[in-house]
């Protein structure tokens, strides 16, 4: 099975704080996701990455930031938490470019409060 | 962009009895389907995903029909149990894209 899992199920910040949310997933996929969850709005895009060292924009990638060092790890950033990034933050992994390799696994997801 | 959109937000269902959550879809070049559920407090959990190639598909339990005409896609859930209370999210995948298009999700309650 894959497994994709975040350093914190929940975590409070205050305004101004540099953040880091740690992504990892066991089963040696290319592509890797960030995504943040609000009620009424779905699942919106932050960030993602096709390879190592790779990033590319998502849909609101403002205030955010990520890191892709090694293939197995995507990290999050937020370089200075603000009130509207209250969220909950989740990551997912796909297998790559191949037929079937598109499906996306989700990790348990982050809890963030920024007060 | 076009989107995916539900069409039932809310879906309440007595135990045993078979759920269906609708799905429509915008993008005629969409080829791969997933629906998703996702657990109160829990990340999105894979249940059963379907290409444009086929019309049917079926798990455990589950069985999602794809109907390209209109489409419309939806999520059987045969003899509902509570632990299937949970929102379910389907998702489209334009040919060669890796970056699907999420819809709102529906909750589905499921009553003893």
């Known amino acids: 099975d894959v497994k994709v899992t975040q350093s914190s199920r929940y975590l409070v910040k205050r305004t101004g704080e540099k953040v880091f949310l740690e992504c990892v997933q066991d089963?040696?996929?290319?592509?890797m996701f960030w995504y943040r969850q609000d009620p009424g709005l779905g699942l919106r895009l932050i960030y993602f990455?096709?390879?190592?060292?790779?990033?590319e924009k998502g849909d609101i990638p403002e205030g955010y930031s990520v890191s892709r060092e090694k293939k197995e790890r995507f990290s999050l950033i937020l370089e200075s938490a603000s009130t509207n990034q209250t969220s909950m933050y989740l990551c997912?992994?796909?297998?790559?470019?191949?037929?079937?390799?598109?499906?996306?696994?989700f990790g348990p997801g982050t809890r963030l409060l920024v007060l | 962009g076009e989107s995916v959109g539900l069409h039932l937000p809310t879906l309440s269902v007595q135990e045993g009895d078979n759920s269906i959550i609708n799905c429509a879809y915008s993008n005629s070049a969409s080829d791969y389907f997933i629906w998703y559920k996702q657990e109160s407090g829990k990340g999105p959990q894979f249940i059963i995903d379907?290409?444009?190639?086929?019309d049917k598909r079926q798990g455990q339990r589950v069985t999602v029909l794809l109907n390209k005409t209109v489409k419309h896609l939806s999520l059987q859930i045969a003899a509902t149990q509570p632990g299937d209370s949970a929102v379910y999210f389907c998702?489209?995948?334009?040919?060669?894209?890796?970056?699907?298009?999420f819809g709102r999700g529906t909750s589905l309650i499921v009553h003893p």
């Open positions: 997912a992994s796909s297998l790559g470019f191949i037929t079937g390799g598109e499906t996306q696994y």
């Open positions: 379907i290409r444009s190639n086929m």
């Open positions: 998702a489209e995948n334009i040919g060669g894209s890796y970056i699907p298009t």
């Open positions: 089963m040696d996929h290319e592509n």
């Open positions: 990455s096709y390879d190592v060292k790779m990033k």
